[in-house]
């Protein structure tokens, strides 16, 4: 949210999207209702439990899919911002450096600074979109994952 505030993009909208309301988000929604001079560049909305379909239909009506995660195994989020070609911009957690399809960033600054270059370049968008999707398709699809785990047991097992 902060680095939302600070990008400062016109007509914009962030979208929360969570199991629950927790403590963070509710000292983020406080700091937010403090800084009422940004609020004229975007509009921020805090969605709890809806469905999975409600979720992909939001990650597939969105221009950039953000992930702020400083801890994150296995980003899922990204692989389904991936397969709905959405580019996306995240820490740098996990495995999150070696995905295709966005931008890393290391600081609130640099993902404000991205966020605000993203909103306003289409092109970029549409590839770095695509390149995610060709991932999602190819190297992260249910087919490549059951032949990797496939030949691993294999390998594991042969004598």
């Known amino acids: 949210m902060r680095s939302f505030r600070k990008a400062k993009i ?24 403090y800084d009422a001079s940004d609020k004229n560049y975007g509009k921020v909305f805090w969605l709890e439990k809806i469905d999975r379909d409600e ?8 221009d950039i899919c953000i992930l702020s995660a400083s801890h994150e195994g296995q980003p899922f989020f990204l692989l ?3 397969a709905q070609k959405r580019p996306w911009i995240a820490r740098n957690a996990g495995c999150i450096r070696d995905l295709p ?17 993203l909103a306003f370049d ?26 990797k785990y496939t030949s691993l047991i294999e390998e594991l097992f042969s004598p």
Not at 55 to 62: F, G, K, P, V
């Open 55 to 62: 979720t992909l239909q939001a990650i597939a009506e969105s």
């Open 122 to 147: 289409s092109q970029e968008r549409l590839r770095l979109g695509r390149e995610g999707y060709r991932a999602a398709k190819g190297l992260f699809s249910r087919r490549q994952y059951d032949e």
């Open 101 to 117: 399809g966005g931008q890393v960033v290391s600081s609130s600054e640099e993902m404000a600074s991205v966020m605000r270059a």
């Open 10 to 33: 016109p007509n914009s909208v962030l979208v929360f999207i969570g199991s629950e309301l927790n403590d963070s988000s509710r000292r983020f929604q406080k700091e937010d209702a």
């Open 80 to 82: 389904e911002a991936m």
